[in-house]
């Protein structure tokens, strides 16, 4: 089936530094990709929808110049949380939109749990 | 606007029996999706069934199936013979047209232990 390989898993970073999560759609191509926070016991918060070839579409509330979002090819789609600070911590997952005739699926990445000191 | 309700924050059930867990929604889309994800303590959010709002029959996969009533707006997962490893959080989800990238509007979940 459909894999989303998103990476890395986890990561710890000091305050003021910048972290790269990638998601990576293995065995089919995604023209969009979603990204997602999850706080820990809360649900998913979309952060941020991400179009091959043009700009991402930001949810209201999130800060586009603090998260930025890259979409560069048809598998793979980038996440930056720029200036980490400590609020920035939290898990964060993508997914990948799947078309099958008239039926869509979405598939999630494993997520990646960013610790900012 | 579209929401999602998951009044059941958490649940509790036997192995081998069913357990339905409660999924209401709101839409003024005639056209929309349903989902429910399952998302064990790994973090990773593993799809389960999905339930299209144009489809006359139920949803079902395996032992998950959908319990879609329309008119009351509501779509159930019952998950039958459960198992320990069903244990995890239960997300329901909604998104409106099908196709063209529409974002999920997710639930609050309902954490699901099964008991020996």
């Known amino acids: 089936g459909a894999v989303v390989s998103q990476h890395p898993s986890w990561v710890i970073c000091k305050s003021g530094t910048s972290v790269k999560i990638e998601c990576r759609s293995l065995?089919?191509?995604?023209?969009?990709m979603f990204w997602y926070r999850q706080f820990p016991k809360q649900s998913l918060m979309l952060m941020a929808t991400?179009?091959?070839?043009?700009?991402?579409?930001?949810e209201q509330g999130v800060e586009k110049d603090k998260f930025l979002i890259n979409h560069a090819s048809l598998t793979l789609s980038t996440l930056t949380v720029t200036s980490a600070h400590p609020e920035d911590s939290s898990f964060y997952i993508c997914?990948?939109?799947?078309?099958?005739?008239?039926?869509?699926?979405?598939?999630f990445g494993s997520g990646t749990q960013l610790s900012v000191l | 606007a579209q929401k999602i309700t998951q009044t059941q924050p958490g649940m509790f059930v036997q192995e081998k029996e069913a357990v339905t867990l409660d999924c209401t929604y709101d839409t003024s889309d005639q056209s929309y999706g349903l989902f429910w994800y399952k998302q064990p303590s790994s973090g990773e959010m593993i799809f389960l069934i999905y339930?299209?709002?144009?489809?006359?029959q139920n949803a079902t996969e395996g032992r998950y199936s959908l319990n879609f009533q329309k008119a009351r707006k509501s779509a159930n997962l019952v998950i039958s013979a459960s198992q320990l490893g069903d244990s995890a959080m239960y997300f329901c989800a909604m998104r409106g047209r099908p196709g063209g990238g529409n974002k999920l509007t997710f639930g609050t979940g309902t954490q699901l232990k099964v008991e020996l």
């Open positions: 339930q299209g709002s144009y489809d006359e």
């Open positions: 991400s179009n091959e070839g043009s700009k991402a579409t930001y």
């Open positions: 997914s990948a939109s799947r078309v099958y005739g008239t039926n869509e699926k979405l598939f």
């Open positions: 065995d089919f191509q995604a023209t969009t």
